[in-house]
């Protein structure tokens, strides 16, 4: 029998395409054979990247913004024209391939894509969610729109009044996805997830893939009847998890460029003494900010390795970080580097995160207990499962301006690193979870178990 071709369709930010691709290895993995695509743009910033395997390909679609996108400051007509544009060319390149006599088994799409769902029904190929966030999350979203939202809008006048929602933990104003505070400005944002469960709930026997395990989210997997949730993750490379694959050592398809001397520089330092932070792809700290961080790290006197992005543009002296000469004998600060690898290694102690799902994950994977600082969108939710929920970490409390000052900051790493019952318990927890993730994906793991029966189901229906 053939193997099933899938076209796994892919936001383009490297908060999906990391969890995409290892999505990919796996399907690969498991006998089956994968089209990635992405947007032009992304696929053109990838394009030095060593992703190739027997069974993956690659191919593009646009995103209206093919020569290059300066900065997402109107992300609403971003995805408005990601929406149009996309919609139109990934319809072609199904068309082209039908042309060209590959039929897809299967198109799977990634969160804020639904209408590559919608592409796929035109031409008759089912579709699957592929949620890059927990569980938890994409069941807020669901009761959000279904019965619970006056309640959850109810508590933006009283915060200190939890939301209880089945099968969630009890959330405050300050953990719930940020679109759906009072003050959201994504005018993109609601209704795009509530047209993820429109598209969803047509279909007879809703299935979602997520980026999770079971024993990470036993309750939120099962909270919603109305779809399954299947958990077939954590999504990472397999040399840091499982260890099946040893040549496996990134997901193959960074957007930005790195530096090097990081991983000679962490082997000088002892075990885990090193403080690592680091925000994501998407987030900037304010300049206010970055100081009272440099004020922290330099009275904290632990070596450092901060990932400050460069933003394209020519640097201001206003711009510079005070105490350059203190911050450089103490730690590094880099462009980019490879996360995962930085967090496996044994001298990071600490990870102080802007709490996106991947680096959440990661930070599980690799057992380090963190400092976590959300910016936006899942990641205040992801801070409180981490906090207070899997308790591998300590959240920041910013100040009435939303300032997180350099002593909160201080006490926060040091209640992690320190030598304290709270930190020695979140460095337990953090080693549990570790282990529970590598349960999840080995053979037979919950995880793999999962996988392997959704496309052999896939297999059989169309052979
Ligand atoms: N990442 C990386 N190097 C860096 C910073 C981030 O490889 O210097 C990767 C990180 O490992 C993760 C992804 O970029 O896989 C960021 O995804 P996340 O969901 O954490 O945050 P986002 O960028 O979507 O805000």
């Not at 304290?420 to 460095?427: S, V």
């Amino acid at each position: 029998m053939a193997p099933p071709h899938f076209l796994l369709v892919t936001f383009p930010a490297q908060g999906h395409i990391n969890p995409s691709l290892q999505f990919a290895k796996r399907l690969l993995r498991v006998g089956a054979h994968v089209t990635f695509a992405t947007a032009i743009r992304a696929r053109h910033c990838m394009a030095e990247s060593k992703s190739s395997s027997a069974g993956l390909s690659f191919a593009s679609f646009s995103d209206g913004y093919d020569d290059g996108l300066d900065n997402w400051d109107d992300v609403d007509l971003y995805m408005d024209e990601l929406d149009r544009r996309g919609s139109q060319t990934l319809s072609d390149l199904i068309a082209l391939n039908h042309g060209n006599g590959r039929r897809f088994s299967g198109v799977f799409y990634t969160t804020l894509l639904p209408w590559a769902a919608e592409v796929a029904r035109s031409h008759g190929i089912p579709s699957t969610l592929v949620w890059i966030q927990p569980a938890t999350v994409l069941d807020f979203y669901y009761y959000y729109f279904h019965g619970y939202g006056d309640l959850i809008r109810s508590t933006g006048d009283n915060p200190s009044v939890p939301i209880q929602l089945p099968g969630l933990p009890p959330l405050m104003a300050g953990d719930i996805p940020s679109f759906c505070n009072a003050k959201n400005e994504y005018n993109f944002s609601l209704p795009l997830f509530q047209r993820h469960f429109e598209v969803l709930l047509e279909e007879a026997n809703p299935r979602i893939l997520a980026n999770t395990f079971d024993a990470l989210e036993p309750d939120a997997i099962r909270a919603v009847d109305k779809f399954e949730v299947i958990g077939i993750g954590p999504l990472i490379p397999s040399a840091f998890l499982d260890g099946q694959d040893p040549s496996d050592t990134s997901f193959g398809g960074d957007l930005f460029k790195s530096s090097s001397s990081y991983m000679q520089w962490l082997d000088t330092k002892p075990k885990a003494s090193v403080i690592y932070l680091s925000f994501g792809s998407i987030s900037v700290l304010s300049k206010p900010q970055k100081e009272e961080m440099v004020r922290a790290l330099l009275e904290a006197g632990r070596p450092f390795l901060w990932v400050i992005r460069e933003s394209g543009k020519e640097e201001r002296d206003e711009d510079r970080l005070s105490f350059k000469e203190e911050l450089e004998k103490l730690g590094m600060i880099v462009p980019w580097c490879s996360q995962v690898e930085v967090l496996s290694h044994p001298s990071v102690g600490c990870f102080v995160t802007h709490c996106g799902w991947n680096s959440t994950l990661e930070s599980l994977v690799c057992g380090v207990p963190v400092v976590v600082f959300p910016q936006w969108s899942d990641q205040q939710t992801n801070a409180k499962l981490v906090a207070d929920v899997w308790r591998t970490g300590v959240k920041v409390t910013p100040n009435e301006q939303g300032l997180v000052e350099s002593g909160q900051m201080r006490r926060c790493l040091e209640l992690v690193v320190g030598d304290g019952e709270e930190g020695e318990e979140m460095r337990r927890n953090a080693q549990k979870f570790r282990e529970l993730a590598r349960e999840a994906v080995k053979e037979g793991g919950s995880s793999d178990k999962s996988l392997r029966a959704f496309v052999n189901e896939v297999r059989e229906a169309s052979g």
